[in-house]
């Protein structure tokens, strides 16, 4: 027997909430937290796509906006957080064709700055313009989105929800955590790419493509327990997409 404050029993409790599933899996306080913070941040958007911005130009943008991104070894979350400002932006104004990109280096250069220890410098992204704009430009934009964007720029990107979900999965992922986190990353990043799927809530996106991993990298012999994890995940955060994001 145990006595109180024992360390063997909280290693035998963990070991049996292991064996258990995710379904005896509680969120931790970091994710509790996060969520929170999502529902107070997330709503601007998750109005559809702003009119005028066909989906062909916002992807173009969006693949445009990556591949700055890649190329200057960006942390993962700018991506997806500087995609959310275009969105948000474009959503109340209206944008002219030829000043997208205009857009996307601003948006960029604002999720740099928040984000990265070496923010990109104008300069820099004038470059990947092939000269079509400025520093100057680029420079002057950026207080006209950050007022559009009323100085909110803390939203809560996918790659924040990543490791706390990630502590969810079930034992049989458990070993294969880092693959599974790898292939989620890319999950995500092709989905904000994409449209309508950017327009659901970071979480329930992380969620999904986690989901969805999970489902093609276990074996068909644990598909009982990938289905308790999209389960508990959707019940989570109350969210029947995470099952439509882990099927598409």
């Not at 931790?28 to 559809?48: K, Y």
Request: glycine share 4%; net charge negative; charged share 20%.
């Amino acid at each position: 027997m145990h006595r109180r404050g024992d360390p063997g029993r909280h290693e035998e409790e963990e070991e049996e909430e292991a064996a258990a599933g995710p379904s005896r899996r509680a969120p931790s306080p970091v994710l509790r937290a996060l969520l929170a913070l999502e529902g107070r941040s997330v709503a601007p958007a998750l109005a559809g796509l702003p009119a005028g911005l066909l989906p062909e130009a916002r992807r173009a943008l969006a693949v445009w906006m990556l591949e700055v991104c890649r190329d200057q070894g960006c942390p993962e979350e700018i991506f997806p957080l500087a995609v959310s400002y275009v969105d948000r932006y474009a959503r109340g104004v209206p944008t002219r064709q030829a000043h997208l990109q205009l857009l996307g280096a601003v948006c960029v250069l604002l999720a740099s700055k928040l984000r990265d220890p070496q923010p990109l410098r104008a300069e820099k992204l004038s470059l990947y313009t092939a000269h079509a704009f400025t520093a100057r430009d680029i420079l002057d934009w950026e207080p006209v989105v950050l007022g559009k964007l009323q100085w909110d720029l803390m939203s809560v990107t996918s790659q924040e929800f990543l490791d706390p979900i990630l502590q969810l999965l079930p034992l049989p992922l458990q070993e294969m955590a880092p693959l599974v986190k790898k292939h989620t990353q890319a999950l995500v990043v092709s989905w904000a790419i994409e449209y309508p799927l950017p327009s659901q809530r970071p979480s329930v996106t992380v969620a999904g493509a986690i989901a969805a991993a999970a489902l093609r990298l276990l074996a068909p012999s644990d598909s009982l327990a990938s289905e308790e994890l999209v389960g508990h995940l959707a019940s989570l955060l109350h969210a029947d997409a995470v099952r439509a994001c882990a099927t598409t």
